[in-house]
């Protein structure tokens, strides 16, 4: 039987929430085994002087637990 885990994050970006999504999953690369998908739950952006100023990007991060 295999047993997945979620954990969820949020990834954030000056360009763009596609950028804030990569980088929400290339830090839980460095510590995370196995990652199997990844769901983009929302998106969401902090404006400064009337533009953006930070893309964000809320994710679920599945991956597989070892051993089983």
């Known amino acids: 039987m295999t047993v997945v885990k979620i954990i969820?994050?949020?990834g954030s970006s000056p360009n763009s929430w596609e950028d804030a999504v990569k980088?929400?999953?290339a830090q839980a690369v460095k510590t995370v085994?196995?990652?199997k998908s990844i769901y983009v739950k929302s998106c969401k952006a902090t404006v400064e002087n009337n533009?953006?100023?930070?893309?964000?990007?809320?994710v679920k991060i599945a991956f597989v637990v070892e051993g089983s």
């Open 8 to 10: 969820e994050l949020i």
């Open 33 to 35: 085994k196995n990652i």
């Open 23 to 25: 980088n929400a999953l």
């Open 51 to 58: 533009k953006i100023a930070e893309y964000r990007a809320v």
